[in-house]
T-cell receptor, first 113, second 112 residues
């Protein structure tokens, strides 16, 4: 994995609104893009991932989109709920050489009831 | 299954002391890694291993040693602790090339 940028660093939304977090990567050979959610006092957990042969993947209220040409991918959370409040991390990985898994700096999402 | 188990959960050290953070996984994962997490800095990779007997450096390896004598265990050693090593440490494991990293609950280390 190579350098991954992530924006915004903090995000506050009203309950029920949508939240979008964007990541950009530098290694054009990256082919696996996971998103992790870290709740307070816990280790990160995978919530969704996408591989480079698809452009979008959905799982209930969360979705990830990938633009390989622009080298960026985004996490979309719809109908946000207070339990979505957490820190979210992205990563861009070459699965053929699964070694250094480097994460983006994280986004702290607050959902206001 | 227990997943990834880290011990201890909390530790206070004095500058210059040594200690080992333990990490064990029971999922037969080839890949294991250590991260440190500091406020505003995200998760930074310290060391990783793609199998027993194989280790390599991550982004911030200085001051830390690792070894991988078995598939299950991946201890992180601090030989001479410094206040800059105050952090929360996470161990993670995965099947190699399979994607999902499984994290432990973390070990909070304070160096005075």
């Amino acid at each position: 994995g190579e350098n991954v940028e992530q924006h915004p660093s903090t995000l506050s939304v009203q309950e029920g609104d949508s939240a979008v977090i964007k990541c950009t990567y530098s290694d054009s050979a990256s082919n696996y893009f996971p998103w992790y959610k870290q709740e307070l006092g816990k280790g990160p957990q995978l919530i969704i991932d996408i591989r480079s042969n698809v452009g979008e993947k959905k799982d209930q209220r969360i979705a990830v989109t990938l633009n390989k040409t622009a080298k960026h991918f985004s996490l979309h959370i719809t109908e946000t709920q207070p339990e979505d409040s957490a820190v979210y991390f992205c990563a861009a990985i070459r699965q053929t050489s699964y070694d250094k898994v480097i994460f983006g700096p994280g986004t702290s999402l607050s959902v206001i009831p | 299954n227990a997943g990834v188990t880290q011990t201890p959960k909390f530790q206070v050290l004095k500058t210059g002391q040594s200690m080992t953070l333990q990490c064990a996984q029971d999922m037969n994962h080839e890949y294991m890694s250590w991260y440190r997490q500091d406020p505003g800095m995200g998760l930074r990779l310290i060391h990783y291993s793609v199998g027993a007997g194989i280790t390599d450096q991550g982004e911030v390896p200085n001051g830390y040693n690792v070894s991988r004598s078995t598939t299950e265990d991946f201890p992180l050693r601090l030989l001479s602790a410094a206040p800059s090593q105050t952090s929360v440490y996470f161990c993670a494991s995965s099947y190699r090339d399979a994607g999902e990293l499984f994290f432990g609950e973390g070990s909070r280390l304070t160096v005075l």
